[in-house]
Every structure is written in structure tokens, then in C-alpha cells.
């Protein structure tokens, strides 16, 4: 059974940050947190959609959708 990341639809990698994620977002959560980036505001009305082709476009919106999915710090 091949399981997808929950933030963009690619395949998982596994567990990461307490959702199922794919190397690429469990990446981006990571630095994300670590470093404490304040994204650019979402051009969009923060409204983007997230999905493997395009993830990388809106990073305010992607953050987003990490953290409505339920990724955290602490979901280890």
C-alpha cells in the first residue's frame, strides 16, 4: 500500500513531524521551524492549492497546509 503525503499528494516517506509526509515536506517543515522563516505573503488570498507539481510556489501557503495537516514540532 503506497501512502501519500498528506501536505502535497507525492508519495510518503514515511512518518514525519506526526503526519505522513514526503522527504520534500517533512525538508521544508524542518527548516521551516529550525529557522523560523517568515514566508512572503501569499499573493493568492492565501488560497494557493498544494499538490506535488507546484508545492514549491506559494511557500506561505505551504507552510500553511503543514500545520492544517497537523504536522508540529513535537509529532516526532
Do not use: T
Not at 21 to 48: D, H, P, T, V
Not at 59 to 64: I, P, V
Amino acid at each position: 500500500m503506497v501512502l501519500l503525503c498528506k501536505v502535497c499528494g507525492d508519495v510518503a516517506s514515511g512518518f514525519h513531524y506526526g503526519v505522513h509526509a514526503c522527504e520534500g515536506c517533512k525538508g521544508f517543515f524542518r527548516r521551516s521551524i529550525q529557522q523560523n522563516i517568515q514566508y512572503k505573503k501569499c499573493l493568492k488570498n492565501e488560497n494557493c492549492s498544494i499538490v506535488r507539481i507546484n508545492r514549491i510556489r506559494c511557500q506561505q501557503c505551504r507552510f500553511k497546509k503543514c500545520l492544517l495537516v497537523g504536522m508540529s514540532r513535537d509529532g516526532e
